[in-house]
C-alpha cells in the first residue's frame, strides 16, 4: 500500500502558458499531488486553445466573486500556494491568508535587468512579498 502523502497544490495563475499546463499535468499524474489551477480568462487577442487534462481541476477566476474565491481554496484544503506574481490584488489575498500556515511561493518569469521599478521591488519586499510570501 501507498503511504506516501498527497499534496493538494493550488496554482493562482494569470496567463497561462501551454508548457505550464504540460507541467501540471505530470505533477498530477505522478499520483504525488492533487493539482488545482485559478486562471484568469484567456486573452480574447491571444491565440490560445488549452486543452486541461483530466487529472488537472482548473477553475476560472471570474467565475467565481472574491469571497466565493476564498471559500474555494479553503475548501481545497490546499498545502501549497503557488502564485504568478503579485499584481492580481484577490490572489494576495488568498495569498496573506495561508502565510503563516503553508508554504505560499511567488514566481516571476520576468527576466531581472536590474531596472529602477525591479531594484524598488526588491527594496520593498516587506510591502510586495513579506505579507503575501514566504
Known amino acids: 500500500m501507498n503511504t506516501e502523502k498527497k499534496y493538494k497544490i493550488v496554482f493562482l495563475y494569470t496567463e497561462l502558458a501551454s508548457y505550464f499546463i504540460s507541467c501540471a499535468q505530470k505533477l498530477a499524474e505522478s499520483g504525488r499531488a492533487e493539482v488545482h489551477i485559478v486562471r484568469w480568462p484567456l486573452n480574447k487577442e491571444a491565440p490560445f486553445d488549452f486543452k486541461f487534462p483530466d487529472s488537472v481541476k482548473v477553475y476560472t477566476k471570474t467565475d467565481f466573486t472574491p469571497?466565493?474565491?476564498h471559500l474555494l481554496v479553503d475548501s481545497i484544503k490546499p498545502d501549497l500556494i503557488y502564485c504568478s506574481g503579485w499584481v492580481d490584488k484577490i490572489y494576495r489575498k488568498?495569498?496573506?491568508n495561508y502565510v503563516k500556515k503553508i508554504h505560499v511561493v511567488v514566481g516571476i518569469d520576468n527576466q531581472w535587468d536590474g531596472s529602477f521599478k525591479q531594484q524598488?521591488?526588491?527594496f520593498l519586499n516587506f510591502i510586495f512579498i513579506k505579507p503575501y510570501f514566504n
Open 120 to 122: 524598488l521591488a526588491g
Open 94 to 96: 488568498i495569498c496573506k
Open 67 to 69: 469571497e466565493k474565491l
